[in-house]
């Protein structure tokens, strides 16, 4: 366990508060300690569901170093594998791939459905014997992690002990209840990664706030103002910020992306964004949404996967692309603001920074929320010992 952090002046009203130690951007084994207390004790986002698209297709994903299978399966059912065999733990797919047949694993030939079921164990009890006393396929599965889908996103909770996801995300399913409809992933342009050399967490804080748009996005500012936005806040579950001006972009002869059907009056001009925590960022528009899934490969570095969505499948793609463009630019722009406060994660006697009581509410919640399941998980860990 890494020694604990004081956590105290983090949970103070945000007039008063300061954010996280340097030690939870820039230490492994506190990243591991978040892992385990953010990630897997609750909801977080693996991937897209494009990701798997026809039955058979199989995907594997290093998720901070526990390797998983996203699968799709013969029925058409999306999920998500412990991506090891229940022989002796060997990787069973390690490029993606369709699974014509059954997934055999490369060690001993042992091979199981799309639907995790053991169904065959070559020579197991000897050459030619393909049973063996003690060799139960029935209990040799592979080992299923739970998943849920919603908003085009696979999301996973690893230790199978969360509450239903419809129960754990209530409050956000409400709120976007006018966005409970299907939507279209924009194709092969609408999918891009994008590779931040910093803390996972650094990543949401930039994004849930609307501070630095005169400064960080001047383009976007210009169209959206400072002063046309507003904080969402909702202490324990989600946060991030909304726009009362939101402007479709038209393509050259005129034409806009078609609209989500009978959406309320005040998604005209409104446009939100918010990060479901730990690691989902979401947009939503009239004529578009998008999904931003953090892959955190280690203290430092963070992977962005990026999906836009529409109402249509039928949507003009050079208008998508534009889109696809003009979002993965806004995105480049934080980049360097990220990289930049990594980097000043490393000045010692640095004290995790103040908030302004007026604009950074919704990052404040983001640390109260970390800094309270932390020493959630710490209490059960001493109260277990």
């Not at 739970?146 to 209530?170: K, Q, T, Y």
């Amino acid at each position: 366990m890494p020694q604990p952090t004081d956590l105290s002046l983090v949970r103070r009203p945000v007039s008063e508060a300061n954010g996280l130690p340097n030690a939870h951007y820039v230490d492994e084994a506190l990243f591991l300690e978040e892992r385990d207390a953010l990630f897997f004790s609750g909801w977080a986002g693996l991937a897209a569901q494009v990701d798997v698209p026809e039955p058979g297709d199989a995907c594997p994903i290093d998720f901070m170093g526990m390797p998983l299978l996203l699968l799709r399966d013969r029925a058409g059912q999306v999920r998500v594998f412990q991506n090891i065999c229940r022989h002796r733990g060997m990787i069973l797919v390690d490029t993606p791939r369709k699974i014509e047949g059954a997934i055999r694993c490369p060690y001993h030939s042992w091979c199981y459905s799309t639907e995790g079921k053991l169904v065959a164990t070559p020579h197991v009890g000897g050459p030619g014997q393909n049973t063996a006393e003690g060799i139960d396929r029935d209990t040799l599965g592979l080992i299923e992690v739970r998943s849920h889908l919603w908003f085009g996103v696979v999301w996973i909770n690893v230790s199978g002990d969360a509450p239903a996801f419809e129960d754990a995300n209530a409050g956000l399913l409400a709120r976007w209840k006018d966005f409970d409809r299907p939507m279209y992933h924009g194709g092969a342009e609408s999918n891009f990664m994008l590779e931040v050399r910093g803390n996972w967490k650094l990543a949401i804080e930039n994004y849930s706030e609307s501070y630095h748009l005169p400064w960080v996005h001047p383009g976007l500012n210009a169209i959206s103002r400072l002063e046309d936005h507003y904080h969402i806040e909702e202490p324990g579950l989600f946060s991030g910020q909304g726009t009362l001006v939101y402007q479709q972009m038209q393509g050259d002869n005129g034409p806009a992306f078609p609209d989500f059907a009978d959406l309320p009056a005040k998604w005209d001009t409104a446009a939100e964004y918010i990060t479901a925590f730990p690691n989902v960022m979401l947009g939503v528009h009239r004529d578009h949404s998008y999904a931003i899934i953090l892959r955190p490969q280690s203290a430092g570095v963070t992977e962005e996967h990026i999906h836009l969505f529409y109402p249509s499948d039928e949507t003009d793609s050079a208008l998508r692309l534009r889109n696809a463009e003009q979002w993965k630019g806004v995105f480049e722009e934080d980049i360097f603001v990220v990289e930049g406060m990594q980097k000043g994660r490393h000045a010692v006697g640095f004290d995790g920074g103040r908030f302004s009581p007026v604009m950074d509410g919704p990052t404040h919640l983001f640390h109260d929320w970390v800094a309270g399941r932390l020493q959630s998980a710490r209490g059960s860990a001493q109260a277990a010992e």
